[in-house]
């Protein structure tokens, strides 16, 4: 289960850190970009409405749609990669840009 408090943590660390949060989803087009902020971006990487992505708030989508990949960026580099958001949550004291 993803809560709120475990999407706070990884904005925070994203902001603080300097890294970037990529979440891919399994037949899903639409991802979630996370960089100081959380956004939702289409497969060419441009930000589009939110409410247009996707019709639940962040951490409902996080929990409920089946994610493929969650990536890690620093710079242009992908850093380390995941297989849930909650594997995420548990390496962020790891993580550095």
């Known amino acids: 289960m993803v809560s709120l408090r475990d999407l706070e943590q990884v904005i925070d660390a994203s902001r603080t850190k300097g890294i ?4 891919r989803f399994k037949g899903i ?13 289409n497969v060419e990487g441009l ?5 247009r ?8 989508v996080l929990d409920a749609y089946p994610v493929e990949r969650i990536e890690v960026i ?7 990669s995941y297989s849930s958001f ?12």
């Not at 992505?53 to 409902?60: G, I, L, M, S």
């Not at 620093?74 to 850093?79: A, P, S, T």
Request: aromatic share 4%; glycine share 4%.
């Open 20 to 23: 970037k949060v990529l979440v």
């Open 29 to 41: 087009k639409n991802l979630i970009m996370i960089d100081g902020e959380i956004k939702a971006i």
């Open 47 to 51: 930000k589009i409405p939110w409410s």
């Open 53 to 60: 992505a996707f019709q639940k708030p962040p951490q409902v």
């Open 74 to 80: 620093c710079g242009d580099e992908v850093v380390a």
């Open 86 to 97: 909650n594997e995420l949550v548990k390496s962020l004291s790891m993580l550095e840009c």
